[in-house]
C-alpha cells in the first residue's frame, strides 16, 4: 500500500508541475504553433492536451526504470542507487517497497483530489455519451443519398455533421441540400469524409476526457486551440480531394450566412461550420497553409525523446525519492 500512496503523490506532483510549466509557456508556444500546418498543429496540440495526465503517469513509470534496468542488467554501474540510501530515507523502489506513511489527513487531501478528477471525468464522459446517442438517432432516420455520397435527413435547418466514432457517417440535411449549390455540397462533403478519415470524433473525446490535469483557463483555450486546427486540416483535405481550396472557402461563407446552431448536437458530432469560420476562409485564401514536420523530423525528434528518459530516468527517481521524503517528513 505504502508503494501504491508514493505513486500516487507522485503522478499528482508531476502532474501539477507540468501543467504549471505548460501554462506558464503556452502564450509562447502558442504563436509558435500558429505557423504550423494545421495537421502538424493538431497532433502537437493533442500532445500539450493530454501531458498532464499522461505525462505524469509516464514519469511516475520512468522512476521505476532504474531498478527495472537494475535487475535486467546487474552490471550497469549507478542504476540501483537505493543500497547507498540511509534506512530514514524513502525508497520508490520495487525492491524496497516502503510501507504505510504520511498521516490520515494528508491522504485524504490526496484520495479526495483524486476522487474529485475521476468525478469530472465520469461526468465529461455521460455527457459526451448522451451526445453520441442524441446523433445516432438522427443517423439511424437518415436515408444514403449516392449522388451526394452522404447520409440525407429531412430537416428545414441547414445541418451538415460527420457522426459516428467507428461506424462514421457524413449527414446532411435536406435544408442545406435545398439552401446550397451543388457545386459547394461537394466541398462540405469533402470536409466531412475528411473528418471520419481522421478519426477526429473518436479523437476528440478522448482528448477532452485526457486534458482535464490543466488548469481551466489553459484547458479552455487548448481546447478552441485544437478545434480550429482539426476544422482548418480537414478544409485542406477536403480542399486537395476537391481541387479547390478557394471553393472550400466559399462554402463555409456560404454556410455562414445561413447558419444554424449545431451546439445541441454535443461533442460527437462535427459541424462543417461551427468553429472559427474567419480564421478558416483566411487561411485557406492563403498562399500556404503551414509549415509541416517531415517523416525524418518526426523520427529524429521520437529518437531524442526516447534518449532524453533513458538520460534522466535515474535523476528522476532520485530527485522524485528525495522531493517525496522532505514532503513526507
Known amino acids: 500500500m505504502g508503494l501504491f500512496q508514493l505513486g500516487m503523490l507522485a503522478w499528482v506532483l508531476f502532474l501539477a508541475v507540468i501543467s504549471l510549466g505548460i501554462g506558464a509557456i503556452y502564450p509562447v508556444l502558442r504563436a509558435s504553433l500558429r505557423s504550423l500546418d494545421p495537421r502538424t498543429r493538431a497532433v502537437a496540440l493533442r500532445a500539450v492536451s493530454v501531458a498532464p495526465l499522461v505525462g505524469g503517469l509516464f514519469a511516475t513509470a520512468l522512476c521505476f526504470a532504474p531498478k527495472i534496468l537494475g535487475m535486467v542488467f546487474p552490471g550497469l554501474p549507478r542504476i540501483d542507487h537505493c543500497t547507498a540510501h540511509t534506512d530514514s530515507h524513502i525508497h520508490f523502489c520495487l525492491n524496497h517497497p516502503p510501507h504505510a506513511i504520511g498521516g490520515t489527513v494528508f491522504w485524504m487531501v490526496v484520495t479526495s483530489a483524486a476522487i474529485a478528477t475521476l468525478v469530472v471525468g465520469l461526468v465529461r464522459s455521460l455527457r459526451f455519451h448522451a451526445s453520441r446517442q442524441l446523433v445516432r438517432q438522427l443517423a439511424k432516420t437518415a436515408q444514403f443519398d449516392p449522388r451526394y455520397d452522404a447520409w440525407v435527413v429531412e430537416s428545414d435547418h441547414p445541418v451538415a455533421i460527420s ?51 490543466h488548469l481551466p483557463r489553459v484547458r479552455r483555450i487548448l481546447d478552441l486551440d485544437l478545434e480550429l486546427a482539426c476544422e482548418q486540416a480537414c478544409d485542406e483535405d477536403a480542399g486537395a480531394s476537391i481541387g479547390d481550396r478557394f471553393r472550400v472557402a466559399e462554402a463555409l461563407v456560404r454556410m455562414e450566412r445561413i447558419r444554424h446552431d449545431v451546439a445541441g448536437f454535443g461533442p460527437a458530432a462535427l459541424a462543417f461550420n461551427a468553429h472559427g469560420v474567419s480564421a478558416r476562409v483566411e487561411s485557406l485564401l492563403a498562399a500556404s ?41
Open 289 to 329: 497553409p503551414g509549415s509541416r514536420w517531415s517523416r525524418g523530423t518526426k523520427m529524429v525528434a521520437l529518437f531524442l525523446g526516447c534518449a532524453a528518459a533513458a538520460a534522466l530516468a535515474d535523476p528522476l527517481h532520485h530527485l522524485t525519492e528525495t522531493l517525496l521524503h522532505h514532503i513526507l517528513g
Open 163 to 213: 457522426v459516428g466514432l467507428l461506424e462514421k457517417r457524413t449527414v446532411l440535411s435536406s435544408g442545406l441540400l435545398s439552401g446550397i449549390p451543388t457545386h459547394l455540397v461537394a466541398a462540405i462533403v469533402a470536409h466531412e469524409n475528411a473528418h471520419a478519415r481522421r478519426s477526429d470524433g473518436l479523437w476528440r473525446g478522448a482528448t477532452r476526457l485526457l486534458s482535464l490535469g
